[in-house]
């Protein structure tokens, strides 16, 4: 009985061999991912999907233009909530989520930000009145809404956002306005040309002064007509590098009036006669942007593993070269060098898509103290969020990136899905705050944190590592400390004496008269390093406690040598840091890559199995070359004749200009 629930007829003989080696069951470790019943439940929804024509593509979308593309999403929208609830269990958001990935994929789903913005903006920053007025209408989609934060000058520095809110004490109303062109409104998803409301970020003016950024609750569209409100000026950006289904936007207010009760309540506060009560942490009406740095790590974490199933699937069908000559052309997986870029890329998925479970929990642990008034974690969780989004997305874009290039020419077709995935998540590396601005958000925890130390203040148990300085000696392959102990203490050192180095060096300057904000940018990438080792410890200590605690043996087997693999790569991608202070000898980073390349032939008869266990469907996957069954050349032949430009044999193009040119160059011999 094979252990692969994938195994069946009709398969590429190559990937069904690689399913016949696997050493867990799929089914089990699908489960221990996903949950049950989540596991079984997404089963049904991606069959269910398949049934329902009207939920799936007519055609690759990669053939389509911008205006179609927008149009079938939208068509989709709507069949996915008249029928949707008889799929899948609508008040589930793991479930709607899935069923949104298969119909939709990566690119465009017309309601994301409705959902991942404007009702969690409402959920955590309105009061009760308010959120009894406002939500179930926007769960009833009886609107559309989007999150307009950024404008044409700003996006990173909220405190300089143009956009105004005045209050007029006479009327009780707010009057939004847009002062300037840099003040547009850019950027917000499902602005352009299919959202009705936005929550919209102003500077709040009462009596001339300013009390800083506020969120409002503005119609830019009439509910039945969706012309635009007066004084409304709006429509879409244009074509960008990837997520071209998606409609984002540009908006200008011109003196809208809204009424007293649109500004979002909960934590700060305009009287009827305009006095201002401040919540009782500055930054609450940043809620939002919190919540999606939270939720992405695990959205980019799924993009990885969907490039590594394709990569890997193709890597076992895909023959080329031999590696003992007259023993004939082997599968590109045997190649070390393949196995390097798809593995690491493999554990970099598992690692963030279980760390990303994790950050969620958390996430929604401080969202639940917050919105009673207790923000005490909340600097905590900002610190490593702002270091979670920025680590998760850049090295997501790199494994994706070795996925693509790792399918040879091939991988650069649309026809491997890899290209519009790679567009997609690197986009996180810029949206919910750049990522060098957001390791330095982290950078000023880190360093508070050194000078904590030094003045013998309690750390938080994030930091407490900081602490540590009896650990400055590697103790690779030493009695008693088994290999993943070795490689975590080694990534504390890095980190810790990387923020030792750098708060050094800020003190120093500032000790020498320069001032801190100089100081700062004097070693600003250096503050920025620091954050990430800071963050990959988090990350490499959060995976391995998950691990750990795997009750299923064979699951937890199969998933360790994933860890020590991902342990083993950043310790040596980090390995340059361990030199400085003597801490590890070049003898002791070679064991680490030899331990490394073990774990590369240990993971290899199991490859095939880790992506299955994954589970995401051909439909959502949308590649032809990681197509569960293995049977890439014929569908790359099928998906190559159907796109439009085979439609005639001679294009009218070629009629029209190529062929008069040539037949005039003819005629002049
Ligand atoms: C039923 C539901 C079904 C759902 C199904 C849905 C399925 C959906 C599938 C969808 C598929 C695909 C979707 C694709 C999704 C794409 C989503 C894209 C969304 C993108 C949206 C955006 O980009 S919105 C805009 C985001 N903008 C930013 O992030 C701006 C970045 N800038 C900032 O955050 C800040 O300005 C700053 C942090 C950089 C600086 O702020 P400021 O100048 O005000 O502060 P200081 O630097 O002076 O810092 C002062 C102190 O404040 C601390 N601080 C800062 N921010 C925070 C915070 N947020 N929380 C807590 N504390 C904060 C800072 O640390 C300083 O502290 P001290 O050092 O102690 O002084
Ligand atoms: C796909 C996508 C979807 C988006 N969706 C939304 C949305 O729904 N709603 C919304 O409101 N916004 C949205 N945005 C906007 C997004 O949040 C901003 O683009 C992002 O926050 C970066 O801001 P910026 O564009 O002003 O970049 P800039 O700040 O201009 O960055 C340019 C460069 O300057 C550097 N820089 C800027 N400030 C500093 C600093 N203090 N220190 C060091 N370096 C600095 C950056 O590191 C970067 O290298 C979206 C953007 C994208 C790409």
């Not at 593509?57 to 068509?75: G, I, Q, Y």
């Not at 409100?229 to 879409?236: A, F, L």
């Not at 990837?242 to 934590?267: A, E």
């Not at 050094?504 to 320069?514: C, F, H, I, T, W």
């Amino acid at each position: 009985m094979p252990l692969n629930h994938l195994i069946r007829d009709g398969d590429n003989p190559d990937i069904t061999e690689e399913r016949q080696k696997a050493t867990f069951s799929t089914e089990e470790l699908a489960i221990e991912i996903y949950g049950e019943p989540l596991a079984q439940r997404r089963r049904e929804i991606s069959a269910e999907v398949l049934k329902r024509p009207e939920l799936l593509d007519d055609c690759p979308h990669v053939f389509l233009d911008r205006t179609t593309k927008v149009e079938n999403s939208m068509k989709k929208t709507v069949a996915v909530m008249e029928k949707g609830s008889e799929i899948c269990d609508f008040t589930s958001r793991e479930e709607l989520g899935h069923l949104v990935c298969e119909v939709f994929g990566d690119d465009g789903f017309p309601l994301s930000i409705h959902f991942v913005m404007f009702l969690p903006a409402i959920q955590g920053q309105a009061d009760d009145e308010q959120a009894e007025q406002w939500i179930p209408r926007a769960m009833r989609l009886e609107f559309i809404g989007t999150y307009a934060q950024t404008e044409l000058g700003h996006g990173t520095n909220l405190r300089a956002l143009e956009t105004t809110a005045t209050y007029d004490k006479r009327t009780q109303e707010f009057i939004l306005h847009t002062p300037t062109v840099s003040a547009y409104k850019w950027w917000p998803g499902n602005l352009g040309k299919t959202a009705n409301y936005v929550i919209a970020n102003a500077q709040l003016y009462i009596d001339g002064k300013s009390h800083g950024p506020h969120n409002f609750l503005v119609q830019i569209r009439d509910e039945n007509t969706h012309q635009p409100m007066p004084g409304i000026t709006v429509g879409d950006i244009g074509p960008k590098f990837g997520l071209n289904t998606n409609d984002n936007g540009f908006l200008r207010f011109d003196h809208v009036r809204i009424p007293r009760r649109n500004m979002l309540m909960r934590h700060s506060k305009v009287s009827a006669d305009g006095v201002y009560s401040p919540p009782v942490h500055p930054k609450l009406s940043y809620g939002a942007m919190i919540f999606v740095r939270a939720t992405m790590i695990r959205m980019l974490a799924h993009v990885v593993l969907k490039a590594a199933t394709i990569a890997i699937r193709y890597s076992c069908v895909r023959r080329q070269g031999e590696i003992k000559t007259g023993n004939g052309e082997v599968k590109i997986l045997e190649y070390q060098t393949q196995q390097h870029r798809l593995f690491t890329a493999l554990a970099r998925g598992f690692a963030y898509r279980l760390v990303g479970d994790e950050v969620k929990n958390l996430y929604e642990k401080i969202a639940e103290e917050v919105k009673h008034g207790n923000v005490e974690q909340l600097a905590d969780l900002h610190a490593l969020l702002s270091g979670m989004k920025s680590i998760v997305s850049y090295d997501s874009g790199k494994a994706i990136e070795q996925c693509r290039m790792a399918c040879g020419g091939h991988g650069y077709s649309h026809a491997s899905g890899i290209p519009e995935m790679y567009a997609v998540e690197i986009a996180g590396c810029t949206y919910e705050g750049e990522n060098m601005v957001m390791l330095q958000q982290q950078a000023r925890y880190l360093v508070k944190g050194i000078h904590r130390l030094a003045h013998g203040e309690e750390l938080s148990t994030m930091l407490q590592y900081l602490a540590n300085t009896s650990n400055n000696k590697f103790r690779i392959g030493e009695s008693g400390v088994d290999l993943e102990n070795a490689l975590i203490l080694a990534l504390e050192y890095i980190a810790r004496s990387t923020i030792e180095r750098v708060t050094a060096r800020l003190d120093s300057l500032q000790n020498k008269g320069l001032s801190a904000e100089n100081a700062w940018n004097e070693n600003a990438v250096e503050l920025t390093r620091a954050s990430r080792t800071h963050t990959r410890l988090w990350i490499a200590r959060c995976f391995r406690d998950r691990v750990h605690r795997i009750e299923n043996h064979a699951i937890r087997s199969a998933l360790t040598d994933i860890l020590e693999l991902f342990l083993t790569y950043e310790v040596v991608d980090m390995s340059q840091y361990l030199y400085q202070g003597g801490y590890a000898n070049s003898d002791q980073v070679a064991q680490v890559k030899d331990a490394m390349y073990k774990l590369l032939e240990k993971i290899r008869p199991n490859a095939v199995s880790y992506v299955d266990a994954y589970e995401v469907s051909d439909t959502e996957l949308r590649s032809v070359l990681g197509r569960r069954d293995g049977n890439v050349y014929d569908n790359l032949l099928k998906w190559a004749k159907s796109n439009p430009l085979n439609r005639t044999e001679v294009l009218p193009a070629v009629e029209k200009h190529l062929m008069p040119m040539m037949l005039a160059a003819k005629s002049k011999l």
